[in-house]
């Protein structure tokens, strides 16, 4: 490879490398490289509230898959709501995704080394060789398209090295988990190189069924990733990459956590029916359920991507072309009643083939004047099925399309030496369609739609010192429209498709350096709006009421954030930062009630008004930061390493209707690392506790105060794994 690709591709491969010292005379951060903008730009320079980690930070803050990011970025938060990881809620600054139908995008967009994933459930996998993970708050529909109006997750793994190299990591916790990831990388010639990596993790589950004995919320992921890079002449670079993750669960149980002595069954039973063995509270990890229940209860993900990069260096430009094909194949089954003798059962399988490509063009990275041009085209086909009963039947199959085709571009022109103009602008074309039968009635129904939309974003960023940069921005965000794909579905939803969320997002932000560029302090303000927001509420068919997905009103989002990266010694590093958001609910007439709402509480004929009310998922003060100590034993070839994690949020509460009882208080967990490395990189022993305080929470709580309660309360608590306190220890070894 020529050596002005080989620099290119170690700076974006390898990308935020932090706590580094520059000289043996000078401590100073090594600089953290973005592509937050589709170039690759010191984050310190990017008019972009970013949040960067290394594989490191991560480690450091105890990330091990998708589902744990939230622990390292506080404006990110993820909840989990049951056996449906389709129906997880991923939050940017407050606002997510909370229509779960097969044809809605999700609201905040991930993407893996340039390709975006299709859906919100296929994120939740083990994360595997990751190099860099970058957090782009607020929307960036402008370069990375429709589905990313609340913000952006880009993931890069790994690039070949130059020389041969491997390792072999081995991972046990006292939870019974175990787990084995292996790389091996080789340069093929002088202008290619292969990157074999692999991971297999199984762990038993932390809730016991007390009626088979079998532990439960457990899972087993293993996957592969190939990454082939090579030179196809001196001015052309091609990266294949093929990969496959598989997950299988039996996940997720709800356990209860409160129950009134007068709570029953509304099937016949009792307290003590409801409670044989189980004690409700914090501590519970109990269940019953009978082998059928046990066997109805699992999630089975297939994700499998092949994608083709090319990188032509056209004199001083450069052309990109990124060519992939993913396809998510997902299956899941839950017993929604948390007792053994009462069945309430529902499953269906989930299939999504996308295929996408992007051309784009960067100018020269100039002073003066840049820009990115690029066109975009996406062809997306989904397949669901869906089950529900004995009670409450359901059963019906939906087959959904889209084609997207878009055109984009972001200039950057220098306005004087200090300060800079950026103006960026998107066309997106977009047509829909869906096949909807319904099994039980026989009914049918088939419809499509299209939309256009031109949508952009200004910043002017000025530079007061050569460590400081002040910026403010106006972005546009935008979030396709479709149909309401549910068991409700009929010839009105066919012929009102959900139209699409808009949002203006206002920001002020700051970056600086200082004390001789050992701190890093960024921050933002921002202010955004989103109109038509997508959720379920009500309208009035032929006088009455009836329970749709549709464009429900307006909400607001506000705060600040603050980041912070400072080599504090030689020895000590300290990295993380802190998000206030708060984000409200403007309009929103006609939504459903919570369980057991009186009129007193506003619940008037089963909807209530949320105007003026508070959003789900979004703690007011949310922190996250990670200190991190390294220092060489003496006389020995080794290095001693730790890091301290501590996460912390403030209340909130799960119900996107607003449910008291689905309240999180405040909690903070701590998680350490210990251990020690040699010198020459070839070994490295990691023990790990995570949660030290065994502080308990919950990611989602189901209230079944109608189903089990009487009436009465019944709360169910979805705890996660790392709502107790576990250790381990993680070997590897590299060659």
């Known amino acids: 490879m020529n050596k002005r690709k080989k620099i290119l591709g170690l700076a974006i491969a390898g990308v935020f490398a932090t706590g580094a010292v520059q000289a043996q005379n000078t401590l100073q951060l090594e600089e953290v490289v973005v592509t937050a903008q589709k170039r690759a730009e010191s984050v310190q320079d990017v008019p972009v509230a970013v949040s960067a980690f290394t594989a490191e930070n991560l480690e450091a803050m105890g990330v091990q898959d998708f589902g744990d990011l939230a622990k390292a970025s506080p404006s990110l938060t993820i909840t989990t709501t049951g056996g449906n990881?389709?129906?997880?809620?991923?939050?940017?600054?407050?606002?997510?995704?909370?229509?779960?139908?097969?044809?809605?995008?999700?609201?905040?967009?991930?993407?893996?080394?340039?390709?975006?994933?299709?859906?919100?459930?296929?994120?939740?996998?083990?994360?595997?060789?990751?190099?860099?993970?970058?957090?782009?708050?607020?929307?960036?529909?402008?370069?990375?398209?429709?589905n990313a109006s609340a913000g952006l997750i880009s993931v890069h793994t790994n690039n070949p090295g130059q020389e041969f190299e491997g390792s072999i990591e081995v991972l046990a916790t006292d939870d019974d988990e175990t787990g084995v990831k292996a790389m091996v990388s080789t340069p093929l010639s002088e202008s290619a190189g292969i990157r074999i990596t692999a991971y297999n993790k199984d762990r038993d589950g932390h809730i016991k069924n007390l009626t088979t004995g079998h532990m439960l919320n457990g899972q087993e992921d293993q996957g592969y990733r190939a990454k082939l890079v090579f030179d196809a002449s001196e001015d052309l670079t091609a990266t294949i990459i093929a990969e496959r993750n598989e997950s299988e669960s039996n996940c997720c149980i709800a356990v209860?956590?409160?129950?009134?002595?007068?709570?029953?069954?509304?099937?016949?039973?009792?307290?003590?029916?409801?409670?044989?063995?189980?004690?409700?509270?914090?501590?519970?990890?109990?269940?019953?359920?009978n082998q059928t229940q046990e066997d109805a209860t699992y999630s089975k993900s297939e994700d499998t991507a092949y994608s083709l990069k090319l990188t032509y260096a056209m004199g001083e430009h450069e052309l990109t072309s990124v060519t992939a094909i993913r396809e998510w194949d997902y299956n899941w089954s839950t017993s929604l009643i948390p007792h053994e003798n009462f069945t309430l059962n529902q499953y269906g399988p989930y299939s999504t083939e996308q295929f996408t490509q992007e051309l784009r063009i960067n100018s020269p990275a100039n002073a003066e004047f840049q820009y990115v041009v690029?066109?975009?085209?996406?062809?997306?086909?989904?397949?669901?099925?869906?089950?529900?009963?004995?009670?409450?039947?359901?059963?019906?199959?939906?087959?959904?399309?889209?084609?997207?085709?878009?055109?984009?571009?972001?200039?950057?022109?220098?306005?004087?030496?200090?300060?800079?103009?950026?103006?960026?602008?998107?066309?997106?074309?977009?047509?829909?369609?869906?096949?909807?039968?319904?099994?039980?009635?026989?009914?049918?129904?088939?419809?499509?739609?299209?939309?256009?939309?031109?949508?952009?974003?200004?910043?002017?960023e000025h530079n007061p010192t050569d460590d400081a940069m002040i910026y403010a921005s106006y972005a546009q965000g935008y979030k396709a429209?479709?149909?309401?794909?549910?068991?409700?579905?009929?010839?009105?939803?066919?012929?009102?498709?959900?139209?699409?969320?808009?949002?203006?997002?206002?920001?002020?932000?700051?970056?600086?350096?200082?004390?001789?560029?050992?701190?890093?302090?960024?921050?933002?303000?921002?202010?955004?709006?989103?109109?038509?927001?997508?959720?379920?509420?009500?309208?009035?068919?032929?006088?009455?009421?009836?329970?749709?997905?549709?464009?429900v009103g307006k909400m607001t989002t506000k705060g600040l954030e603050v980041d912070v990266r400072a080599l504090l010694t030689e020895n000590w590093m300290l990295t993380g930062g802190f998000a206030y958001t708060k984000a409200d609910i403007d309009s929103w007439k006609g939504a459903q009630c919570w369980s057991g709402q009186t009129a007193a509480q506003g619940c008037v004929n089963g909807l209530q008004d949320l105007s003026g009310k508070e959003m789900a998922n979004s703690p007011d003060l949310k922190g996250a930061f990670a200190l991190e100590y390294n220092q060489p034993i003496s006389d020995t070839n080794l290095e001693f390493f730790s890091s301290l994690a501590y996460q912390w949020q403030s209340e909130s509460f799960y119900d996107i209707k607003g449910d008291p009882e689905s309240t999180q208080g405040a909690y903070g967990t701590a998680n350490i690392n210990l251990g020690v490395a040699d010198l020459d990189d070839k070994y490295r022993?990691?023990?790990?506790?995570?949660?030290?305080?065994?502080?308990?929470?919950?990611?989602?709580?189901?209230?079944?105060?109608?189903?089990?309660?009487?009436?009465?309360?019944?709360?169910?608590h979805y705890v996660p794994r790392g709502a107790d306190r576990y250790m381990g220890i993680r070997l590897r070894y590299n060659f």
């Open 374 to 460: 690029g066109a975009y085209f996406t062809d997306i086909d989904s397949t669901r099925g869906f089950q529900r009963g004995p009670v409450f039947a359901s059963n019906w199959e939906a087959a959904t399309w889209s084609e997207s085709a878009a055109l984009f571009a972001q200039f950057d022109k220098a306005l004087s030496e200090k300060t800079n103009l950026s103006v960026g602008l998107r066309y997106n074309n977009e047509k829909f369609g869906v096949e909807f039968q319904n099994n039980l009635s026989g009914a049918q129904f088939k419809a499509d739609d299209s939309d256009n939309a031109f949508f952009g974003k200004v910043s002017i």
């Open 256 to 289: 209860f956590n409160s129950l009134s002595p007068e709570a029953a069954v509304i099937a016949g039973g009792s307290y003590s029916v409801l409670t044989n063995g189980i004690t409700p509270g914090d501590d519970n990890r109990s269940i019953r359920q």
């Open 685 to 716: 022993v990691t023990l790990f506790v995570n949660n030290v305080t065994d502080q308990y929470y919950n990611t989602g709580i189901g209230n079944f105060r109608n189903f089990l309660g009487n009436g009465k309360e019944a709360l169910a």
């Open 85 to 146: 990881t389709n129906e997880n809620p991923v939050s940017m600054r407050g606002i997510g995704t909370y229509a779960y139908s097969v044809g809605i995008e999700p609201s905040v967009a991930l993407i893996v080394d340039d390709v975006p994933v299709p859906r919100a459930g296929s994120f939740f996998n083990a994360l595997n060789d990751v190099a860099a993970i970058e957090v782009l708050r607020g929307p960036q529909s402008t370069l990375f398209g429709k």
């Open 481 to 551: 429209g479709g149909y309401d794909i549910t068991s409700s579905f009929n010839q009105l939803t066919a012929d009102n498709p959900v139209e699409a969320e808009t949002v203006d997002n206002f920001e002020l932000g700051m970056k600086t350096t200082v004390m001789d560029g050992r701190v890093e302090l960024n921050g933002a303000l921002f202010y955004s709006s989103f109109d038509d927001f997508q959720a379920q509420s009500a309208i009035l068919v032929d006088g009455a009421l009836v329970m749709v997905l549709n464009n």
